[in-house]
């Protein structure tokens, strides 16, 4: 194994370790030993439903993007598609270990049950980290080392933004009882994800601008080094809103998938597609 690769290989375990405090920090009592489905199902129902604020699930998702984020400052980004994907495996075969093995499935709902939404507690569905892994692997393969780096900024500010404004403008309408109307921040992007809304939108686009703007100026995207012009006044500020709205635009799209894989793939697709009709450089 290069250097590189190991190198990569203990980032990721950093991360499962910091996914692993995060998931145990302020969270529920670990379920009880299990001994009927009715028990099983009550143990689920502790956990919360993707509608939830969840902010715990949220903090943990911002925390390991700017992990990877900071990985992909130092290390080679060739090498990281490779090593995230035999993660990314990794977690699906523990998702399938946790079926076979009860013991297997305790200790991680034990380790990770701060994060954990419903559907991936009783296994319905594969958890979020590894469309989260698999995504930044795809995004490191298919795209140059700016775009690469930019599109996972946006997973990691775009998501929980979004999921942030556009629960808590939920929750303000369905609070007020007597509103004839559901405010139009609520209301769900036409054409889109049906769990999309407006207030989602906004939140993402403003999110993203921001972290765009702050890693064009003084990121070094592109690792050209110390003598590279970073973008200032209106070029940055025309980049970054571009940025953006294509983050904004990305997380509103639903494809069937996860957004933690569909996000960084259609915002890496879409920046390229501007840095090639603008002409600028990432």
Known sequence: MSSSAASWTLWVVGGVALQVLVGVARAPPAPTKQHSNRQRQQNVQRFPQRS??????????????????????????????????IAALAFLALHHARGAVPRVDALYIA??????????????????????????????????LGVARLALLHLTVG???????????ARGATATRSAPRTPAAVKRVRGWGENKSWAGFVGAFVATSLVSALAMRFGDLGGRGGGAVEPRGAALAGKALYSGLVA???????????????????????????AAAFGFEL
């Open 111 to 144: 380790c990770f049950r701060g994060i954990l939404r419903q559907e991936e507690a009783a296994r319905r569905v594969l958890p979020g980290a590894f469309y989260f892994v698999a995504g930044v692997a795809l995004a490191a393969a298919l795209f140059p």
């Open 52 to 85: 939830a604020l969840h902010l715990q699930r949220k903090a943990q998702h911002l925390l390991t993007g700017l992990f990877f984020y900071a990985a992909t400052s130092d290390l080679a980004i060739d090498v990281a598609g490779p090593v995230l994907s």
């Open 248 to 274: 904004a635009t990305a997380e509103s799209i639903d494809l069937g998938w996860d957004d933690n894989l569909t996000l960084p793939l259609l915002s890496g697709i879409f920046l390229q597609l501007g």
């Open 159 to 169: 998501d929980p933004a979004a999921s942030l404004c556009g629960t808590l403008f």
